[in-house]
Nanobody
């Protein structure tokens, strides 16, 4: 049974920080690209940050310099450190695991809500 379980969301004031975590089980974690997506009401789900099995990262332009994605293969976790949060960062954040070079071998977590408001 494959599971991705996100944690760390919540309510924070503008300028504040949150650290999201995603714990994976049921997969050979080191073989997967891991990513964080988000979706706000009335919008499409968008890619926020990605990290490959080799540690290569990329980010949505609007979060560069504020968010950092990292992975800990020993503990089968991927994290998203979010600093200098803005109201427009408000969304539900989802963890995704994608098996590299294998068609349609991907999994999603249930999401965790992040709300940035005064």
């Amino acid at each position: 049974q494959v599971q991705l379980v996100e944690s760390g969301g919540g309510l924070v004031q503008p300028g504040g920080s949150l650290r999201l975590s995603c714990a994976a089980s049921g997969i050979i974690f080191s073989r997967y690209t891991m990513a964080w997506y988000r979706q706000a009401p009335g919008t499409q789900r968008e890619l926020v940050a990605v990290i490959t099995s080799g540690g290569i990262t990329n980010y949505k332009d609007s979060v560069k310099g504020r968010f950092t994605i990292s992975r800990d293969n020993a503990n089968n976790t991927v994290n998203l450190q979010m600093n200098s949060l803005k109201p427009e960062d408000t969304a539900r954040y989802y963890c995704k695991a994608d098996r590299e070079r294998v068609f349609r071998a991907d999994y999603w977590g249930q999401g965790t809500q992040v709300t940035v408001s005064s």
